[in-house]
């Protein structure tokens, strides 16, 4: 069973920067699409950035410019790079393995002054 597990959330002020982390146990690592994902309460989860296999990206319009997903197939590793944060990016973020079914437990980012 593949875990994931972030890590990396804190609390920030506006305008600030956080990079959060990913690690995989996956063995197959290096061939999934890895994805982070953030969720506020009563709302739906939302798809904030992908990474290819080769490192081709994806970004939500909401995040584009700010954030940055990048990965490590030697480390089993994928990263976001969150720079001038604002209070709607407060959320718990989460990665996945896109399309293999696992998720991480989640790390919370608060955006607060």
């Known amino acids: 069973q593949v875990q994931l597990v972030e890590s990396g959330g804190g609390l920030v002020q506006p305008g600030g920067s956080l990079r959060l982390s990913c690690a995989s146990s996956g063995s197959d690592f290096h061939t999934s699409i890895m994805a982070w994902y953030r969720q506020v309460p009563e709302k739906e989860r939302e798809r904030v950035a992908f990474?290819?296999?080769?490192?081709?990206?994806v970004y939500a319009p909401s995040v584009k410019g700010r954030f940055t997903i990048s990965r490590d197939n030697m480390k089993n590793e994928v990263y976001l790079q969150m720079n001038n944060l604002s209070l709607e990016d407060t959320a718990t973020y989460y990665c996945?393995?896109?399309?293999?079914?696992?998720w991480g437990q989640g790390t919370e980012v608060i955006v607060s002054s």
């Open positions: 996945s393995d896109m399309g293999r079914g696992h």
């Open positions: 990474i290819g296999p080769s490192g081709g990206t």
